[in-house]
């Protein structure tokens, strides 16, 4: 794989983020907090008759950009903040640029910068990645 800095990871789009999947991940997640299923919940905080996405669900959305674009395995760490939610019926592009590249080991790494795309918002996740890149 030819990598070089400036690069654009291909985009990897979730058309609508869907409310049953984020009461799926509660009940395996033993996750009692309403915002995930209960929408005046989610009314009485401002963000609106939704659900709360839950991290986890916004940050595999991340890792299948990335294991599309270098392969499963690829990841070798990730740094996120998540600065706003992501909310169901949401359009949201996980999206990435090459910020470097460089040798290790016999292995070539790739420095990412990483983000969800939400239209009309701050990226409401952000961070870093380093991905090692197939031979």
């Known amino acids: 794989m030819n990598v070089k800095t400036g690069d654009r990871i291909p985009d990897w789009v979730m058309e609508s983020v869907r409310p049953?999947?984020?009461r799926t991940m509660a009940a395996i997640l033993r996750d009692p907090?309403?915002?995930h299923w209960d929408r005046n919940?989610?009314?009485?905080?401002?963000?609106g008759q939704h659900t709360i996405n839950q991290g986890p669900l916004g940050l595999s959305y991340m890792i299948n950009m990335l294991h599309e674009w270098a392969g499963p395995g690829a990841i070798k760490r990730l740094v996120m903040t998540f600065p706003?939610?992501?909310l169901d019926g949401d359009h949201i592009t996980a999206k990435g640029v090459v910020t470097g590249v460089r040798e290790e080991g016999g292995v070539t790494l790739a420095e990412c910068?990483?983000?969800l795309e939400r239209p009309g918002t701050e990226p409401p996740l952000k961070g870093t990645a380093t991905v090692a890149l197939p031979g």
């Not at 919940?41 to 963000?47: E, K, N, P, Q, R």
């Open 20 to 22: 049953e999947r984020m």
């Open 33 to 35: 907090n309403p915002v």
């Open 41 to 47: 919940s989610v009314d009485a905080l401002g963000f």
């Open 84 to 86: 706003m939610a992501v």
């Open 113 to 115: 910068d990483i983000w």
